[in-house]
Each structure stands twice: as C-alpha cells, then as structure tokens.
C-alpha cells in the first residue's frame, strides 16, 4: 500500500506569513491514465473535513486563491500565501490513484504563533 | 446546496454493534460511489470503506474488513455502515464522503465503544 508522509507535523506561522506543507509518497502517484489523484484537506476545529485541491493543483470551489497546491510524481507540496487566523486546523494529503485503500496522509497541525 | 447528515452514533459495549445512516441530498447520489472515514480521538483521518453506484461493489481497510458492511439505498438517498464486534479502537466520529475522491463531507457522528 502507498504510504503518505506528511511534514511538519506541527507548523506556528505568524500571521500574514506563508506556510508550506509537504507530501511525499512512497511510490509515484502517477495513474496510467496520465492523471495523478492526490488532493487535500483541511479539517478546521469541530468542523468537517474540507476538500481544498483535487488532482494535485484543481482548487475547489470557494478555497481562498491565497492556497495553492503544487507537485508530481511522489513530492506534493501545499501553500499558503498568507496565513489568516482563520487557516488553523489540520491539513491532509490524500491519495486515490492506487485505491483501495485510500490513502491519508499522517495530518499537519497550522497553529498561529 | 449538497448536504449529507450522518446518524446511529453512541455509546456501545465492546463487542456490540452499531448501524450508521447518512442521507445525502441535493446531490446525484445514485450516480456516485459513496465513502466512510473516520477520525479517533488524538489521530488523523483513516479510510473505512467505499462502495460503488449500484453496490455490488465493495471496499473495506483492513482494520475493519469482516466486521463491518458498506451498503447503499438508492431510492432512498442514504448510505449505511453496518459496525458488528466493535473494539474500543473503533471509537471515531464516522463520516460519509461523495464518492472516492470525497468531495463532500457530512458533520460526522460519533461513535464510542467503551464499557
């Protein structure tokens, strides 16, 4: 089974200042149909999980353009342009392309300094 | 507005059963594979299980494989999980995704297995 490898696990950034989270899996996520399935998610305090990109860079629909979401292969990277209060939750990479199973990764905890 | 609404959680002995509903609308259901995750308390989101459009097809994590049915009413617009011999690491808040992409998500329900 693919294994996703989120980091940091923990990310404080101060407000307005850019934050990066890594994805990297244990084999490439490319599918023979040429796509790559690996999206992300940010699940804010008490809430449900949140679809933020799908297919690597799709960004869904209301997500701030201050998100973005990069990568190929096996290295996935999500950033933020400038962090609001209202970003802190936990942020997972998600991989379909070898499924089943789906694949989460571990989690990224953004908390305000 | 898509919305899916998630039922049947509680408190259950070790060993007990439990069934969880989620009914989806505004949302061609009937259409889409439909998913569980969950989330344990101090962990991250795991994979439980998906299903196809018409059912016949099933997925299962390991860690539940045996114990617990994915299944689907289409007229009715709502997806089930059947959790039979449930163990205290089973206790989550469950949610129901759109398809295996999961691109909506209900609220969650939760579901606690303790004596």
């Known amino acids: 089974d693919v294994v996703l490898t989120q980091s940091p696990l923990s990310l404080p950034v101060t407000l307005g200042q850019p934050a990066s989270i890594s994805c990297r899996s244990s084999?490439?996520?490319?599918?023979?149909?040429?796509?790559?399935?690996l999206n992300w998610f940010q699940q804010k305090p008490g809430q449900s999980p949140r679809r933020l990109f799908y297919?690597?860079?799709n960004r869904d629909s209301g997500v701030p353009d201050r998100f973005s979401g990069s990568g190929s292969g096996t290295d996935f990277t999500l950033k933020i342009s400038r962090v609001e209060a209202e970003d802190v939750g936990v942020y997972y990479c998600?991989?379909?392309?070898?499924?089943?199973?789906?694949?989460f990764g571990q989690g990224t905890r953004l908390e305000i300094k | 507005e898509v919305q899916l609404v998630e039922s049947g959680g509680g408190l259950v002995q070790p060993g007990g059963s439990l069934r969880l509903s989620c009914v989806v609308s505004?949302?061609?259901?009937?259409?889409?594979?439909m998913t569980w995750v969950r989330r344990a308390p101090g962990k991250g989101l795991e994979w439980v299980s998906s299903?196809?459009?018409?059912?016949?097809?099933?997925f299962y994590a390991d860690s539940v494989k045996g114990r617990f049915t994915i299944s689907r009413d289409n007229s009715k617009n709502t997806l089930y999980l059947q959790m039979n011999s449930l163990r205290a690491e089973d206790t989550a808040q469950y949610f129901c995704?759109?398809?295996?992409?999961?691109?909506?998500w209900g609220q969650g329900t939760l579901v606690t297995v303790s004596s």
């Open positions: 299903l196809s459009q018409s059912g016949e097809s099933t």
């Open positions: 998600m991989e379909v392309t070898h499924w089943p199973p789906i694949t």
């Open positions: 505004e949302f061609p259901f009937s259409s889409h594979y």
């Open positions: 297919k690597v860079s």
């Open positions: 995704a759109t398809g295996h992409w999961c691109d909506y």
């Open positions: 084999q490439s996520l490319v599918h023979r149909d040429g796509n790559t399935y």
